[in-house]
């Protein structure tokens, strides 16, 4: 799948290294589209300040390339945003849609 916007890919072990190193990231994630039982399924994108976006993407490589990583509501979304996410609370709009929200 080719990548229309500005956006430079990140792996999961990149996004380890952000937060090794203390830099600050947010994160938000997309919709892309249902599975066949209709589950929806999306992808993360990391954004930093004065940086184009990073998408995130297997650390595996394909004979295509490197692929984007997509996650199922549960566990998988609920499992990453915990542990790689930015700390944000999920928020699931009625069209799937999700919005991140400061806690407190």
Request: aromatic fraction near 12%.
């Amino acid at each position: 799948m080719p990548i229309a916007r500005n956006q430079i890919l990140i792996t999961i072990d990149g996004v380890k290294d952000l937060s090794e190193k203390g830099i600050a990231y947010r994160c938000r994630y997309e919709l892309v589209g249902f599975t066949d039982d209709g589950k929806p399924r999306y992808q993360c994108i990391y954004l930093r300040e004065g940086e184009p976006e990073a998408i995130l993407v297997s650390t595996r490589i394909t004979p295509h390339g490197p692929e984007p990583r997509y996650f199922n509501i549960w566990p998988g979304l609920f499992k990453h945003h915990l542990e790689f996410g930015d700390g944000r609370d999920l928020r699931f709009g009625p069209d799937y849609s999700i919005t991140l929200e400061e806690r407190g």
